[in-house]
């Protein structure tokens, strides 16, 4: 069974940081999890889960407008982890944080972290 664990979330306040990690595990994805783009989800209360950056498998990442220049996407394949880091964070930037292909796969989406940034 695939699995895709996302971990550190948390309350943080304006200009705040935090760095979120997702870790593949399961059979046949945990192998092949280098060759997959990979993708950060947020999910902000009331609105539609949107993607906030990607990142090739060669490591290229790529951010929504809205994250550029604040959000640093990365991965380690021998790990089978993908990384956000993400600086002065902003109230806007508040929701649940999901890891998932790019494009995405509906039965790999897993319990996501939430991220509150306070004003």
């Known amino acids: 069974q695939v699995q895709l664990v996302e971990s550190g979330g948390g309350l943080v306040q304006s200009g705040g940081s935090l760095r979120l990690s997702c870790t593949a595990s399961g059979s046949v994805f945990s192998i092949v999890f280098s060759i997959y783009a990979m993708g950060w989800y947020r999910q902000a209360p009331g609105k539609q889960r949107e993607l906030v950056a990607n990142?090739?498998?060669?490591?290229?990442?790529n951010y929504a407008d809205s994250v550029k220049g604040r959000f640093t996407i990365s991965r380690d394949n021998a790990k089978n982890t993908l990384y956000l880091q993400m600086n002065s964070l902003k109230p806007e930037d508040t929701g649940v944080y999901y890891c998932n292909t790019d494009p995405r796969q509906n039965r790999l989406w897993g319990q996501g972290t939430q991220v509150t940034v306070s004003s």
């Open positions: 990142i090739t498998s060669a490591g290229n990442g």
